[in-house]
């Protein structure tokens, strides 16, 4: 029985049905990156073809009120992904809700990507991640913005690092730019009494940070003697003040130019984000540059509220806008106005650590990010951990996130905290 043989097309349709061996062929005569591209375009091994879940607690040590409720100290949940394609190829992300930040819990993490995001992504292709957003977009519906962002960015993340490992290209060179860094981090005080923020303070310095980010409202009194006190300690350091939401607006409008004159330089989140006159009327007095975090998840709310003139810049994090791809994004748009952008995070474990470092490297970010896993966190689920000394953090290098995730450590990590088991879409 004679086969048949197709003509061989690099541009048509036909492309997809390659074999290796006629791929080789043409690859002879066709330019590197396009034969690549094709071939993975055109593969269905390139395809995702399964992704794992993994639920985990990263211990924690030190007080921080995003980690206790309650039944005591929840832990940094976690949900890890590992993305896989046919080809083997793999791809790692991490979620990280937590309910005293966000409605976003471990287990609805879990399950928002186990039956709606993770069954959506099956048969994706993994390079075209602007696709996978809006294929996200349709299997869970926004509210008034992007639904479940924090669920949302382990599988962004994930997407980026596969990505760029099947381009053997790192973050930043799939965006063009440079890898930047180190990153001097900032020193999280988070105290209920000034003897408590001095210790912080004292422990601060003594690994080499001199940068500090205080955790303020709603006692308006304690807040402005805790900033005055660090910065007795921190002279010339950069002091960030971030409210989480917690006063309300007349409470704000006072206390921002005490804060201003006890030595802070920024003010982050001093209202809930539905308090848009609240916002406005704070930029408009001027003490301080008022910075928004909580409720800007996708552009379309960062655009708007920068139309409104409710803020003067915004605290970056990846994982509270469902992921890199939107985060890159916003960076652009603070940029273009004309605002000012720093670098934060959800006490990020390791691998959503590595995405923000590269995004924040990749755009030159010189402030100090308040990255505070290091900080807070006991526990790593990397081959070789992230370069951190005297308070500063290097940009991983290498392709995607530039970390090779242990598995086993992973696995062990889960039963030791959520004795939980993987979840296999
Ligand atoms: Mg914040």
Same mark, same amino acid.
């Given at each position: 029985?004679?086969?048949?043989?197709?003509?061989?097309?690099?541009?048509?349709?036909?492309?997809?049905?390659?074999?290796?061996?006629?791929?080789?062929?043409?690859?002879?005569?066709?330019?590197?990156?396009?034969?690549?591209?094709?071939?993975?375009? %055109?593969?269905?091994?390139?395809?995702?073809?399964?992704?794992?879940?993994?639920? $985990?607690?990263?211990?924690?040590?030190?007080?921080?009120?995003?980690?206790?409720?309650?039944?005591?100290?929840?832990?940094?949940?976690?949900?890890?992904?590992?993305?896989?394609?046919? %080809?083997?190829?793999?791809?790692?992300?991490?979620?990280?809700?937590?309910?005293?930040?966000?409605?976003?819990?471990?287990?609805?993490?879990?399950?928002?990507?186990?039956?709606?995001?993770?069954?959506?992504?099956?048969?994706?292709?993994?390079?075209?991640?602007?696709?996978?957003?809006?294929? +996200?977009?349709?299997?869970?519906?926004?509210?008034?913005?992007?639904?479940?962002?924090?669920?949302?960015?382990?599988?962004?993340?994930?997407?980026?690092?596969?990505?760029?490992?099947?381009?053997?290209?790192?973050?930043?060179?799939?965006?063009?730019?440079?890898?930047?860094?180190?990153?001097?981090?900032?020193?999280?005080?988070?105290?209920?009494?000034?003897?408590?923020?001095?210790?912080?303070?004292?422990?601060?310095?003594?690994?080499?940070?001199?940068?500090?980010?205080?955790?303020?409202?709603?006692?308006?009194?304690?807040?402005?003697?805790?900033?005055?006190?660090?910065?007795?300690?921190?002279?010339?350091?950069?002091?960030?003040?971030?409210?989480?939401?917690?006063?309300?607006?007349?409470?704000?409008?006072?206390?921002?130019?005490?804060?201003?004159?006890?030595?802070?330089?920024?003010?982050?989140?001093?209202?809930?984000?539905?308090?848009?006159?609240?916002?406005?009327?704070?930029?408009?007095?001027?003490?301080?540059?008022?910075? +928004?975090?909580?409720?800007?998840?996708?552009?379309?709310?960062?655009?708007?509220?920068?139309?409104?003139?409710?803020?003067?810049?915004?605290?970056?994090?990846?994982?509270?806008?469902?992921?890199?791809?939107?985060?890159?994004?916003?960076?652009?748009?603070?940029?273009?106005?004309?605002?000012?952008?720093?670098?934060?995070?959800?006490?990020?474990?390791?691998?959503?650590?590595?995405?923000?470092?590269?995004?924040?490297?990749?755009? %030159?970010?010189?402030?100090?990010?308040?990255?505070?896993?290091?900080?807070?966190?006991?526990?790593?689920?990397?081959?070789?951990?992230?370069?951190?000394?005297?308070?500063?953090?290097? $940009?991983?290098?290498?392709?995607?996130?530039?970390?090779?995730?242990?598995?086993?450590?992973?696995?062990?990590? +889960?039963?030791?905290?959520?004795?939980?088991?993987?979840?296999?879409?």
């Amino acid at each position: 029985m004679k086969s048949k043989t197709k003509p061989v097309s690099v541009v048509s349709g036909d492309s997809r049905r390659l074999s290796r061996r006629q791929l080789l062929r043409t690859s002879a005569v066709a330019p590197l990156g396009l034969i690549t591209a094709l071939a993975w375009a %055109g593969q269905s091994s390139a395809k995702i073809e399964h992704i794992e879940l993994f639920a $985990v607690r990263y211990p924690t040590k030190g007080y921080f009120k995003f980690f206790t409720g309650p039944g005591g100290s929840y832990g940094r949940g976690a949900v890890i992904v590992k993305i896989t394609t046919g %080809g083997g190829a793999v791809g790692w992300g991490q979620s990280i809700p937590s309910p005293m930040w966000s409605y976003e819990t471990l287990e609805t993490a879990t399950i928002v990507m186990r039956d709606y995001l993770g069954p959506a992504l099956r048969g994706h292709d993994p390079l075209d991640i602007d696709r996978a957003h809006e294929v +996200m977009d349709r299997a869970l519906a926004p509210g008034f913005s992007t639904a479940m962002p924090i669920a949302r960015s382990g599988l962004d993340m994930a997407l980026h690092d596969l990505a760029g490992k099947l381009r053997n290209q790192s973050l930043s060179q799939m965006w063009h730019r440079p890898r930047g860094g180190p990153l001097k981090l900032s020193w999280t005080v988070n105290a209920r009494t000034l003897d408590e923020a001095q210790k912080v303070i004292d422990d601060g310095y003594s690994r080499g940070y001199s940068n500090f980010n205080i955790k303020v409202a709603p006692d308006p009194k304690f807040d402005v003697a805790l900033a005055g006190l660090v910065r007795k300690c921190a002279p010339d350091g950069f002091l960030w003040a971030d409210a989480n939401g917690g006063y309300d607006p007349a409470t704000a409008l006072k206390v921002a130019p005490r804060l201003a004159d006890a030595g802070v330089d920024v003010l982050e989140a001093p209202l809930r984000p539905n308090r848009i006159s609240g916002y406005q009327a704070l930029k408009r007095q001027g003490a301080l540059p008022i910075l +928004m975090d909580e409720g800007v998840v996708s552009p379309v709310e960062l655009t708007e509220f920068i139309r409104l003139k409710m803020l003067d810049g915004l605290a970056m994090k990846p994982s509270r806008c469902g992921g890199l791809f939107v985060a890159k994004q916003q960076i652009e748009i603070i940029l273009d106005a004309g605002l000012m952008w720093l670098g934060s995070g959800l006490t990020d474990p390791d691998i959503s650590m590595a995405a923000a470092l590269a995004l924040y490297g990749a755009f %030159g970010l010189n402030k100090p990010v308040a990255l505070n896993g290091p900080q807070f966190l006991t526990a790593d689920v990397l081959a070789k951990p992230l370069t951190i000394k005297d308070g500063s953090a290097a $940009v991983p290098d290498g392709p995607g996130l530039g970390i090779e995730v242990d598995e086993e450590k992973v696995v062990e990590l +889960m039963k030791e905290t959520t004795n939980s088991k993987r979840i296999v879409i």
